[in-house]
């Protein structure tokens, strides 16, 4: 197997230049790094990925720790992450929490006894009373809204004022009565839930009062949840004129369930949803929906995470809330 030694050799120049260009550093000419790079095709020459761990005390992976790899959201989260890291020479390793507390605990210990460079982890089980745990001498980013004001970095969904949006939305379009299809939290009494407060406000704003006849609670955010919540709905005999779903997952099940029921949309009920999931466009109707902007919040996580790796992020933690925008499509028209 080729050494730098060897690559150094055929390309006239030093094991030093040839391991700045293996690095990208900046400062080597472009005729250089060319010669390196010719030199290290032909010879098949592959970094000793152990050795380099050694000498830096990195391995160059991250963990991401999700609550269901199976989730569109998680899932797309789990793509851009990895893409974004590749682009700075890191690997991810996914963790499966299935929103469990002790999981997400777990995770962390993993990550670290693994030798994860850091950890992004996306909490659901864990909460505000858990702070005390966070306090670790280990790079760790968290995702997600069932802890505030931690010790760690933190990027937020826009939870609140998308959901706000997304039901002011159907109000401008004519609801009045807004059903809500959601999850009747019970993992924590401190957890949250922040969709439904956006919900609520946003149906005050407009002067009508959140019936809790319209509330439809479902175990999980999946579209089967969603399809059966939306049959409880045609049944229940209320005036339901437009529907608001947490997920676009759970919105993708209510369509179906509505049309079962023969219940059209929008004509008869409109319907929003959350995430603004690729499957939204193709959808009969497309469906509106509150569009985070995935590829900056995967961005500003792999950032965060990697200047603390690097030592390079400021002592205080920080707190990133991702932008959105609503997609007003068929759904709602």
């Known amino acids: 197997m080729a050494t730098i030694q060897d690559v150094a050799k055929a390309a006239g120049v030093s094991p030093m230049t040839v391991s700045n260009v293996l690095n990208g550093h900046p400062h080597v000419r472009e005729s250089t790094r060319q010669k390196v ?23 160059g992976t991250i963990g991401l720790a999700v609550p269901n790899i199976g989730d569109h959201y998680f899932a797309r989260l789990a793509a851009l992450v990895a893409t974004v890291a590749g682009e700075e020479g890191y690997r991810v390793e996914i963790e499966h929490t299935d929103a469990q507390r002790e999981r997400e605990l777990e995770a962390m210990t993993l990550s670290q006894n693994r030798m994860h460079d850091g950890l992004l982890l996306s909490t659901v ?6 702070k005390h ?24 969904m826009p939870n609140i004022d998308g959901s706000r949006a997304a039901t002011a939305h159907l109000v401008a379009q004519g609801s009045r009565r807004i059903a809500i299809i959601d999850i009747r939290f019970a993992l924590s009494d401190s957890v949250r839930d922040l969709r439904l407060e956006g ?17 439809f609670d479902i175990e999980d955010f999946t579209m089967q949840e969603g399809l059966r919540a939306a049959r409880r709905i045609a049944s229940s005999g209320l005036p339901v004129d437009g529907v608001f779903c947490p997920t676009d997952g759970v919105a993708i099940g209510a369509l179906r369930g509505l ?45 965060f995470l990697l200047e603390r790796i690097r030592g390079t992020a400021p002592a205080d933690a920080r707190e990133f809330v991702t932008p959105f925008e609503l997609r007003a499509r068929a759904s709602t028209a």
């Open 37 to 59: 790079l010719a030199a290290v095709e032909e010879l098949d020459y592959r970094v000793n990925a152990a050795a380099r761990n050694l000498r830096t005390g990195r391995t």
């Open 125 to 130: 089980g864990l909460g505000p009373q858990d």
């Open 133 to 156: 745990l966070l306090r670790v001498d280990y790079p760790v980013v968290l995702l997600g809204e069932g802890i505030f004001d931690s010790p760690l970095d933190h990027i937020a």
């Open 199 to 215: 919900y609520q406000q946003a149906l005050r704003d407009a002067g009508i009062e959140p019936d809790p006849r319209l509330f």
């Open 259 to 303: 049309a079962d029921a023969g219940i059209r949309v929008p004509e008869d009920i409109r319907v929003i949803g959350f995430d603004d999931l690729p499957e939204s466009e193709f959808l009969t109707p497309r469906l509106s929906s509150v569009s985070p902007a995935h590829e900056v919040t995967a961005r500003t996580a792999v950032t």
